[in-house]
């Protein structure tokens, strides 16, 4: 590819990304900059280097570059005789200062506003893409488009191929004999036989791993759990989602078996089922989950290695037989609307 070629592939994306509505890492940094700045939360004379302000927004100086230079041509910060910027339009008046500057005097603690998100595209959209593919497959069977789903993100086709890549290490897409990316459908079987991969692998590895579990990150979810088990805090679909991951991901990332690891988090249809049923009809206090959930803490909590995959056991197989009624009932619902990179193809 030449070098304009690479240009226009890079405004391509840019354009895209503010047709989404997703500013550039840059002009979320400028965004807020230019709000303190505008708000006087951040004085005149202060100086403002590119190191503090990347540690604040956790990314690297290149974006922050750009920022202030945006911010010197509007105006609001000048360069002066030292290393940096001045928070003022006019250095020749106005003594620098050298201070501590932090997230809350930028307002992004006080005022509830996010520090920027600057994690890779890719992880900070692969959620979304997640759970559109994981609804997909619950009506039917889809062909995930990459080029389709990197304009509806406005990011490269290389960032759509990792995307696609940690989808088929979860087990939600594959490849057809034409290299397409397909999704679904889900059906009883396959949904049976996770569970029964579950079933084989999760106890035991559970076992082995209890030990290595760090105690302090049991007791909150101990009393989580007895709280929503009592009606005491509201309970969301998200709320069910989390626990889940706890049990099913979080605590077996002890386990020092890569391989089967990989096995059990490539089993994960059981979870989308509940998840969009869920997210379809709601979830109420006396879901058998938490109390199921409660017992392997308690165990693990006690050191009652063998008592928690015994627990964990008896949850599978009370999950299944509910999982088996919840896909029923899914069976009768409307498909819903989805995103354009997911084609149905039968």
């Given at each position: 590819?030449?070098?304009?070629?690479?240009?226009?592939?890079?405004k391509?994306?840019?354009?895209s990304a503010?047709?989404?509505g997703?500013?550039?890492?840059?002009?979320?940094?400028?965004?807020?900059?230019?709000?303190a700045?505008?708000e006087?939360?951040?004085?005149?004379g202060?100086?403002?280097?590119?190191g503090?302000?990347?540690r604040?927004f956790?990314?690297?100086r290149g974006?922050?570059?750009?920022?202030f230079?945006?911010?010197?041509r509007?105006?609001?910060?000048?360069r002066f005789?030292?290393?940096g910027?001045l928070a003022?339009?006019?250095?020749a008046?106005?003594?620098?200062?050298?201070?501590?500057?932090t997230?809350?005097?930028?307002?992004l603690?006080?005022?509830?506003?996010?520090v920027v998100d600057?994690r890779p595209?890719?992880?900070?959209?692969?959620?979304?893409v997640e759970?559109?593919?994981?609804?997909?497959i619950?009506f039917g069977?889809?062909?995930?488009?990459?080029?389709?789903?990197?304009?509806h993100?406005?990011v490269?086709?290389?960032v759509?191929?990792e995307m696609?890549?940690r989808?088929?290490?979860?087990g939600l897409?594959?490849?057809?004999?034409?290299?397409h990316?397909l999704?679904?459908?889900?059906?009883?079987?396959?949904?049976?036989?996770?569970?029964?991969i579950?079933?084989?692998?999760?106890?035991?590895?559970?076992?082995a791993?209890?030990?290595?579990i760090p105690?302090?990150?049991l007791r909150?979810v101990?009393?989580?759990?007895?709280?929503?088990?009592?009606?005491?805090?509201?309970?969301?679909?998200?709320?069910?989602?989390?626990?889940?991951r706890?049990?099913h991901?979080?605590?077996l990332?002890?386990?020092a078996?890569?391989?089967?690891a990989?096995?059990?988090?490539r089993?994960q249809?059981p979870r989308?089922?509940?998840?969009?049923?869920?997210?379809?009809l709601?979830?109420?206090?006396?879901?058998p989950?938490?109390?199921?959930?409660?017992l392997?803490?308690?165990?693990l909590?006690?050191?009652?290695?063998?008592?928690?995959?015994?627990?964990l056991?008896?949850?599978l197989?009370a999950?299944?037989?509910?999982?088996?009624?919840?896909?029923k009932?899914?069976?009768?619902?409307?498909?819903?609307a989805?995103?354009s990179?997911l084609v149905?193809?039968?």
């Amino acid at each position: 590819m030449t070098h304009g070629a690479l240009l226009l592939s890079s405004k391509s994306v840019q354009e895209s990304a503010r047709a989404a509505g997703r500013p550039l890492r840059y002009q979320a940094i400028y965004d807020a900059l230019g709000r303190a700045l505008r708000e006087g939360r951040v004085s005149p004379g202060l100086v403002l280097l590119e190191g503090p302000v990347a540690r604040i927004f956790g990314t690297s100086r290149g974006p922050v570059r750009k920022a202030f230079e945006q911010l010197h041509r509007d105006g609001l910060i000048s360069r002066f005789d030292g290393r940096g910027f001045l928070a003022t339009d006019r250095p020749a008046h106005v003594p620098p200062r050298r201070e501590t500057l932090t997230a809350a005097r930028l307002g992004l603690a006080a005022d509830g506003a996010p520090v920027v998100d600057t994690r890779p595209t890719a992880e900070r959209i692969y959620a979304e893409v997640e759970h559109a593919v994981s609804t997909s497959i619950a009506f039917g069977q889809f062909r995930v488009v990459e080029l389709s789903l990197s304009q509806h993100f406005g990011v490269s086709r290389t960032v759509a191929r990792e995307m696609l890549a940690r989808l088929s290490h979860q087990g939600l897409i594959e490849k057809d004999g034409q290299s397409h990316w397909l999704a679904g459908p889900l059906t009883a079987k396959a949904v049976a036989d996770d569970y029964e991969i579950l079933r084989l692998m999760e106890p035991p590895a559970l076992r082995a791993a209890a030990p290595a579990i760090p105690r302090e990150t049991l007791r909150p979810v101990q009393q989580r759990l007895a709280q929503l088990i009592a009606g005491d805090v509201p309970v969301d679909a998200t709320i069910l989602t989390g626990l889940e991951r706890e049990l099913h991901a979080h605590y077996l990332s002890c386990y020092a078996n890569r391989k089967a690891a990989n096995m059990m988090a490539r089993s994960q249809l059981p979870r989308v089922v509940n998840r969009i049923f869920f997210d379809t009809l709601g979830v109420t206090c006396d879901e058998p989950f938490f109390v199921e959930h409660k017992l392997v803490i308690d165990h693990l909590l006690y050191g009652a290695y063998d008592a928690a995959a015994s627990s964990l056991l008896a949850h599978l197989d009370a999950a299944a037989a509910r999982t088996r009624r919840r896909l029923k009932v899914l069976s009768v619902f409307t498909e819903p609307a989805l995103p354009s990179y997911l084609v149905r193809t039968c």
